[in-house]
T-cell receptor
Framework: GIQVEQSPPDLILQEGANSTLRCNFSDSVNNLQWFHQNPWGQLINLFYIPSGTKQNGRLSATTVATERYSLLYISSSQTTDSGVYFCAVSASGGSYIPTFGRGTSLIVHP | NAGVTQTPKFQVLKTGQSMTLQCAQDMNHEYMSWYRQDPGMGLRLIHYSVGAGITDQGEVPNGYNVSRSTTEDFPLRLLSAAPSQTSVYFC??????????????FGPGTRLTVL
């Protein structure tokens, strides 16, 4: 099945800093999503982005499907950005069941 | 739209008890699934369904049953609870490939403790 690797596994920032999270995948995909799991455990949809670039406030994401990676950018980080960020993908022409990466744990200090 | 709802939010069981975790969605999604999340293990797929009357096993199906009698509901049954089933359980739903979008939506989760 498709392999998903996220980096870095852990990230600690001061409030106001910028960061880039990466998701590499081993096959072509027809679905890629970024989720934020907040400290209360809720899984929140950030982006549905099988290709291209999207922006939502301080967050933006880019997927380069031909090179099999996606990037999540967080600018001017806030303490509320803390939590775990997951990437999930579904392989094109394969199982539509999403495969999740292990996540990037982000802590933003005030 | 309520999206994906799960009940209960918290549950404590004794070993050997049975219970059903409820999941419902109001987005007319064909695909529904159950995951469990344990510390350091990420999200692991338990069972999934692509429509009413159709279910299949995921990565960790042992000890769990599911059924899908309607498009909206996808309950997860623990037959005889064991401490190893202590976890947070998430239900999710989406359209199937071929739809405009197959974005997946998650419920708020059920935190289960088995003593």
């Amino acid at each position: 099945g498709i392999q998903v690797e996220q980096s870095p596994p852990d990230l600690i920032l001061q409030e106001g800093a910028n960061s880039t999270l990466r998701c590499n995948f081993s096959d072509s995909v027809n679905n890629l999503q970024w989720f934020h799991q907040n400290p209360w455990g809720q899984l929140i949809n950030l982006f549905y982005i099988p290709s291209g670039t999207k922006q939502n406030g301080r967050l933006s994401a880019t997927t380069v499907a031909t090179e099999r990676y996606s990037l999540l950018y967080i600018s001017s980080s806030q303490t509320t950005d803390s939590g775990v960020y997951f990437c999930a993908v579904s392989a094109s022409g394969g199982s539509y069941i999403p495969t999740f990466g292990r996540g990037t744990s982000l802590i933003v200090h005030p | 739209n309520a999206g994906v709802t799960q009940t209960p939010k918290f549950q404590v069981l004794k070993t050997g008890q049975s219970m059903t975790l409820q999941c419902a969605q109001d987005m007319n999604h064909e695909y529904m699934s159950w995951y469990r999340q344990d510390p350091g293990m990420g999200l692991r797929l338990i069972h999934y369904s692509v429509g009413a009357g159709i279910t299949d096993q995921g990565e960790v199906p042992n000890g769990y049953n599911v059924s899908r009698s309607t498009t909206e509901d996808f309950p997860l049954r623990l037959l005889s609870a064991a401490p190893s089933q202590t976890s947070v359980y998430f239900c999710a739903s989406s359209r199937l490939p071929g739809a405009h979008t197959i974005e997946q939506f998650f419920g708020p989760g059920t935190r289960l403790t088995v003593l």
